[in-house]
């Protein structure tokens, strides 16, 4: 097990929070891990927040890949994720989206893959 802290902002426009449930995975260079649900009891992904994650993980080795998503659930539920980072140890690894995550926008997906930038 690894212990990682993901942190999650949400952009900063008209409607961008949700109150889906969010799902991430990692891949890395040993192994995956998830998806598992971000949530703690604030209120989480508002609109122009950021919300910190402690999560006790399958080790993944270096982090590559992340899909972040959620399952379109309650009002509202489009998301715009701007970005995410992961620290292990020390090691982080940014991952920036910038885009919709809604039925209703763009592609209309509401998961998105994310390569490592650093
Ligand atoms: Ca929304
Ligand atoms: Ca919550």
Known sequence: ??????????????DAGTDANVHITLYGSLASAGPV?????R??????????FTLDLTDVGRLETIVIGHDNSGN???????R????????T???AAYRWLATDENDGRTE???????
């Open 43 to 52: 209120d989480n992904f508002e609109q122009g927040a950021t919300d910190h």
């Open 37 to 41: 649900k971000l949530d703690d009891s």
């Open 1 to 14: 097990m690894a212990r990682y802290e993901i942190t999650v902002e949400t952009g900063n426009v008209d």
């Open 76 to 82: 509202k539920p489009g998301w715009f994720l701007n």
């Open 112 to 118: 998105v893959r994310l390569t490592r930038q650093r």
């Open 84 to 91: 995410v980072s992961v620290t292990k140890d020390g090691d």
């Open 93 to 95: 690894a940014e991952f």
